[in-house]
């Protein structure tokens, strides 16, 4: 089962503009990550933010995190077409082995 | 590369078959996850193993089961084979079970397994 939701489900965006995308989840966590996956490839880590934290940059990115709402949200600043993707939330626990349970995605689509 | 080597990169089999899919985690890792995407499910958690012992389990069917060698690589065999089954086969792993025991492991994860049950 999906732990986290994405929202939107896609997004399409010219070069230079930002993206957002958000990602809101069900139960408590210890921590949230963002990953990236270019068409058919393995996932790459992005990001994490902790439950105790409630921002964290990243070059371009941002995440900002919200306990009470369940939620976050991952900004890109000044997309490239490199940034055409999909990005995934991931929230963890320390229960059962610190397995990670993914969202459903969010496709980027940055225009030239 | 990531450092996670997955074998093979692509699979083409009939249904009621059996496969194995290998795993080599990023030297110095000791956890193995294995995960499911497919375009209906999403990217699904099967199983999670560490230092050859099963940590946690997910969504893994019955006719899969998995393990860990004492080298730290993995396999995830598949058998029984049915249509549903066609998906992306990822591994990942991960350096320890649980960094500061606040649940923050970073995955780093293979290319995949593309299965494809026809």
């Known amino acids: 089962s999906q732990q986290g939701e994405e929202d939107p489900q896609a997004l399409s965006i010219q070069e230079g503009e930002n993206a957002t995308m958000n990602c809101s989840y069900k139960t408590s966590i210890n921590n949230l990550q963002w990953y990236r996956q270019n068409s058919g490839r393995g996932l790459v880590h992005l990001i994490l933010i902790r439950s105790n934290e409630r921002e964290k940059h990243s070059g371009r990115l941002r995440v900002t995190l919200d306990t009470s709402k369940k939620s976050s949200s991952l900004l890109i600043t000044a997309s490239r077409a490199a940034d055409t993707a999909s990005y995934f939330c991931?929230?963890?626990?320390?229960?059962?082995?610190?397995?990670?349970?993914f969202g459903t995605g969010t496709q980027l689509k940055v225009e030239l | 590369d990531s450092g996670v080597t997955q074998t093979p990169k692509h699979l083409i089999t009939a249904t009621g078959q059996r496969v194995t899919l290998r795993c080599s985690p990023r030297s110095g890792d000791l956890s193995v996850y294995w995960y499911q995407q497919s375009l209906d499910q999403g990217l699904q958690f099967l199983i999670q193993y560490y230092n050859g012992e099963e940590r946690a389990k997910g969504n893994i069917l019955e006719r899969f089961s998995a393990q860990q060698f004492p080298d730290l690589h993995s396999e995830l065999n598949l058998s029984s084979l049915e249509l549903g089954d066609s998906a992306l086969y990822f591994c990942?792993?991960?350096?320890?079970?649980?960094?500061?025991?606040?649940?923050?492991?970073?995955?780093?994860f293979g290319a995949g397994s593309r299965l494809t049950v026809l």
């Open positions: 991931a929230t963890g626990s320390t229960g059962g082995g610190n397995k990670l349970t």
């Open positions: 990942a792993s991960s350096p320890r079970l649980d960094r500061d025991r606040t649940g923050a492991n970073v995955l780093t």
